[in-house]
């Protein structure tokens, strides 16, 4: 596993509206950013945010359902969906830009896909926590 160092930076809010908030990075090192880029999808990710560590998605890759073609890096944190620890909650709700960020990869889930909408795009990001949820729950028994 190769752990990754980033910093987070402003998005643009889509994910939220799609029930799916994430963080979005940008990452500390060229090397790595090469990459990640050469490695495009969707991955189940164990990460540390303030000392917290946590389980998430990543998306790594360009956002063809919205015709996006710039590579982008963002986390959906799978504790979100739960009930979480009003730390774990303040952590998540007071993110500011530049927030450091450590990340590693544990398992692929698809590549980056071109949906129809935005609908089937939530619906597909549903199986992709579950997958995700079935992975940690084998992984800890």
């Known amino acids: 596993m190769t752990l990754f160092a980033g910093k987070t930076i402003k998005g643009d809010g889509r994910g939220k509206i799609l029930g799916f908030p994430t963080i979005n990075l940008t990452i500390n090192s060229k090397q790595d ?14 990460l540390s945010l303030r000392n917290k560590n946590l389980k998430g998605l990543l998306h790594l890759g360009s956002r ?6 710039e590579f982008r ?6 504790e979100t969906l739960s009930n979480i620890s009003t730390d774990t909650s303040n ?4 993110i500011k830009t530049n927030t450091d960020i450590n990340f590693n990869i544990m398992h692929k889930i698809r590549e980056v896909i ?3 909408s935005s609908k089937k795009l939530a619906e597909q990001i549903t199986k992709d926590v579950q997958t995700a949820e079935k992975f940690y729950s084998q992984k800890s028994s």
Not at 39 to 46: D, P, R, T, W
Not at 64 to 69: G, I, L, R, V, Y
């Open 91 to 94: 952590i998540l709700d007071n």
């Open 33 to 46: 950013t090469s990459e990640l880029q050469n490695n495009a999808g969707v991955f189940i990710v164990e």
């Open 73 to 78: 890096i963002e986390i959906f944190v799978l």
């Open 64 to 69: 063809p359902t919205f015709n996006e073609t």
């Open 114 to 116: 071109k949906f129809d």
